[in-house]
């Protein structure tokens, strides 16, 4: 009964910015972890970022970090990551994970999943 709902992409030059918004609902009996992956054609699904269930504490993988900003809204359990500087490098299709434990940067091990949202950057 969980659901995970992801939005926010789309066409972008390089150097500009996107802001997506994932919004977990449902039965939802307590704050979930949540995280970005992102695949690009042809490529294995892969860490993005990632906030704990508690304490906000958040993650990036080196290849975005200081360019993405995940944050999150408890009250509405919602999480949005911020990309700026966007790289052509960085097009994929973003997925949303959801955990009531915590995201592990291995995207078989998280629970939920949106069906994702395109980003393409172009040169």
């Known amino acids: 009964q969980v659901q995970v709902v992801e939005s926010g992409g789309g066409l972008v030059q390089s150097g500009g910015s996107l802001r997506l918004s994932c919004v977990v609902s449902g039965r939802t009996f307590r704050p979930y972890a949540m995280g970005w992956f992102r695949q690009a054609p042809g490529k294995e699904r892969e860490f993005v970022s990632r906030?704990?269930?508690?304490?906000?504490?958040?993650n990036y993988a080196d290849s975005v970090k200081g360019r993405f900003t995940i944050s999150r809204d408890g009250a509405e359990n919602t999480v949005y990551l911020q990309m700026n500087s966007l790289k052509p490098e960085d097009t994929a299709v973003y997925y949303c994970?959801?955990?009531?434990?915590?995201?592990?940067?291995?995207?078989?091990?998280?629970?939920?999943w949106g069906q994702g949202t395109q980003v393409t950057v172009s040169s």
């Open positions: 994970a959801a955990d009531p434990v915590q995201i592990d940067t291995n995207p078989t091990k998280n629970d939920y």
């Open positions: 906030i704990s269930r508690q304490f906000g504490i958040a």
